[in-house]
């Protein structure tokens, strides 16, 4: 994934808080609130032709992703 500095820290820091909740939840668990969370916030900001597209571009990159190597997430 490329991303900016920027955009490296935010990922950090959100990491870094939802490591303490990874104590005493199921990672899957966490991370399938994210992504609603995540799904929301997009809901709430673009109109339904951007969420739509935002949508295809998520599928569409899912298969670049790659796992978090240096945190233990279960």
Known sequence: MNLNRA???LIDEIVDKITHVLDTEDAASI???LT???L???KT???D???ADIQKHIL???DT???FTERKLH
């Open 65 to 67: 992703l790659t796992p």
């Open 40 to 42: 929301r916030i997009y």
């Open 36 to 38: 609603v969370l995540g």
């Open 7 to 9: 955009e490296e820290r």
């Open 45 to 47: 900001v673009l109109n």
């Open 49 to 51: 032709a951007e969420y």
């Open 60 to 62: 569409k990159r899912s």
């Open 31 to 33: 991370a399938g609130a």
